[in-house]
């Protein structure tokens, strides 16, 4: 910490509790505290039970979380896969590709996901590509949403890393594939690890664009949330919530473990 008094120090931790708890802990302690209750009497909801989250881990929940994670896993695979091409092919392009690759993977990124929703609905709802209809029109738009995450990860990764490693390994005739896979990619794999883990927690939450597009057998458990809510049912979007954020959560925790094991390599 910059602040070396003690003074400053209690200052300054006192600031972020003022800031931390109201803006970010409060909400997600009052949806917790909601998904155990009944009814809301007061400030504070009453009425313990735990029947909300028997619901939320059987049935149409269990389906939709299953959705998410599905959709999640995917979209995160094909967004590293393309986002690393797409990093690797820009540092090889020199200053001006580069830029003009990071515009074109940022695009998405810059207008609202409700766009680039409609953007896919539009563009894959007739022959040749038909999509509209199916779950891979939502795994689509998930892709296109989180790519952009996963090309500016690996290409910050990318101008970090010592050109020296490379150039070793040519100098002892190793082939660019072998130089690729043997060298840069593991040097690249926290990185990479880290990438996936934003990705699939994006893609996790994504409401927008997936409520233009997502077929009646194919729902994910942030429209479920949201449909829930929007029908009253305070306690039980309550409930899929908190269970929301506790799978993301466990992915997340699962990916930092390996990410930090790769770190050691």
Not at 4 to 15: D, E, F, N, Q
Not at 179 to 200: H, I, M, Y
Request: glycine share 6%.
């Amino acid at each position: 910490m910059l602040v070396h008094s003690r003074t400053g120090k209690w200052t300054v931790w006192a600031g972020f509790a003022v800031l931390f708890v109201p803006l970010f802990a409060l909400p997600l302690l009052v949806i917790v505290a909601a998904s155990f209750s009944t009814n809301w009497s007061g400030a504070f909801p009453s009425g313990p039970t735990a029947a909300h989250y028997t619901a939320a881990v059987r049935g149409e929940s269990l389906q939709a979380l299953t959705t998410s994670l599905v959709t999640a896993v995917t979209a995160s695979l094909i967004a590293l896969t393309v986002g690393t091409w797409a990093a690797l092919a820009g540092a090889a392009l020199g200053k001006r590709g580069k830029r003009v690759l990071d515009a074109l993977f940022m695009l998405p990124v810059a207008v609202p996901s409700v766009v680039v929703g409609l953007a896919v609905l539009v563009a894959y709802s007739q022959p040749p590509v038909l999509l509209n209809g199916t779950r891979w029109i939502v795994i689509l738009a998930h892709t296109v949403l989180v790519t952009a995450f996963a090309h500016q990860s690996v290409s910050a990764a990318i101008v970090r890393l010592d050109p020296m490693y490379e150039q070793a390994a040519a100098s002892l005739g190793a082939r660019p594939s072998y130089v690729l896979l043997r060298v840069k990619l593991p040097l690249l794999l926290p990185s990479l690890n880290a990438a996936a883990g934003l990705c699939f927690a994006l893609s996790m939450g994504e409401l927008s664009a997936t409520m233009m597009l997502y077929p009646p057998d194919w729902m994910p458990l942030p429209v479920l949330i949201f449909t829930a809510t929007d029908r009253g049912s305070l306690f039980t979007g309550s409930a899929l919530a908190v269970v929301l954020m506790a799978a993301t959560l466990l992915a997340l925790l699962a990916v930092s473990r390996v990410r930090t094991k790769a770190s050691f390599r």
